[in-house]
């Protein structure tokens, strides 16, 4: 099934502290941003790349397209002061096509079996998300203290890709637009329309790379995975 992507990569990474975009630090050997997008250079099925930038940083990314010879990019819209808006910005540039993901620019270790199962799956049902069970007790806190402990078995951790039909995305997104909802996924846009949104188990690799122990799993997975 072939689809095209949008890469919200116009964050500030706070968390990680590096003091620039921390898709620009290096892993190993290529810049964050550079895995991700080799991901789906890769890809026989993605037919396209948009990436949200921030103004200042288009250049930059511009150069890192042309030395790591990137083809599929199709659009570097302005991104927005959330990431929601950084991925409307994509989604208005877009001609409708039949499948769209969402991913996460900063979640480099995205495989290709996962991608094709969601687009699968967004394909016939309308939208899938890729998510891992939670490994950890889950309670929920108040103030400090222990309110009530949540059954593990019925928990995931979402992650992205995030796919839907292009339709649903942005329909679900001219909503939220509308009437000032912020979700923290895409999945939520959708879930206030009433859709069902399917669940793809993905890999607990399939890590963001948000703050700095981020790098160290981040550099052990890359080089096991070259071994
Ligand atoms: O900050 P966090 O890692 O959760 O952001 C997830 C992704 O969304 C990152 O790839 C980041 O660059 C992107 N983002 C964006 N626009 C924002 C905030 C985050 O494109 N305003």
Redesign the pocket.
Known sequence: MRYEVV???????K?MGAGQ?K?FLTLVDKPILVHTLLVFESDENCSGIWL?VKDEERAFVQSLLANYNITKVKGLPT?????Q??VHSCIKEMQAVEVVLVH???RPFITLPTITELTNVAYRKGAAIAGVHAKDTMKVVEHGLIKETVDRESLWMIQTPQAFRFDLLAQAEDVAEKVGFLGTDEAMLVERLGHDIHIVESSYENV?M?TQEDLIFGEAILNRRKQ
């Open positions: 890469l919200p990569a116009a964050g500030s990474g968390r975009n898709l949200a991104g927005g002061a959330e990431r808006h950084s996460d620019a900063a963001k948000t």
